[in-house]
């Protein structure tokens, strides 16, 4: 997960208020869960499955992995012709797993990141292009966008949910849960978290 030092002074700030923002901007409460795909539709950015590659079904596995439970590759964006964004992603993944995916290429989005693609590069290497700060970036605002600080915050105490609960209604996976309890250093203020 993403190393703190190289996220910039105040950047974690920044991300959560990105993420409520959206939030309002689509019309949600901080508490409710945003997805992905409504969030890229809101963003005007198109969202494609990997088959607009013209890749056999053979290469398909080899790229997304043939079920749920293989890791295989996550996602990327392009630019196409018109200067327009897509992201295409693994659209066999879990639920949990596409989310993330997709509010991480988003982060790299909203936050306006240059992709170098070099020449003759060929998928699936494609998506290691941005460098370690953008990369670092997109970890934390992706799961800033999934699951809020002041969402988090509320769904532990108010909301009463355990880290399972919070889970399945924010689509997000345990280990994402975990991640943005650690991260947040929300640890500290609530003090009994139920598992
Ligand atoms: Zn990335």
């Known amino acids: 997960m993403a190393k703190k030092n190289y996220l910039k002074r105040g950047f974690k700030a920044k991300a959560e208020r990105i993420s409520n923002k959206f939030r309002a901007e689509l019309g949600l409460e901080f508490n409710q869960p945003l997805c992905g795909f409504e969030l890229a539709k809101h963003l005007n950015i198109e969202v494609m499955s990997p088959e607009i590659l ?116 924010y689509s997000a996976s345990l280990q994402m849960v975990n991640y943005r309890i650690n991260t947040t250093g929300i640890r500290k203020q609530i003090k009994y978290i139920r598992a």
């Open 54 to 169: 013209g890749l056999d079904n053979q290469q398909l596995d080899v790229l997304m992995g043939n079920s749920k439970e293989s890791s295989g590759w996550s996602a990327l964006t392009m630019t196409n012709y018109n200067d327009k964004k897509i992201i295409i992603h693994n659209t066999r993944a879990s639920e949990a797993r596409q989310q993330s995916d997709l509010m991480h290429e988003l982060a790299h989005i909203i936050c306006e990141h240059e992709i170098v693609v070099p020449k003759g590069v060929v998928l699936p290497s494609y998506m290691r292009y941005y460098d370690r700060n953008q990369e670092a970036e997109a970890e934390y605002l992706g799961s800033a966008l999934q699951l809020p600080r002041e969402c988090l915050v509320w769904a532990l105490t108010t909301g009463n949910m355990s880290k399972k609960e919070i889970s399945t209604n």
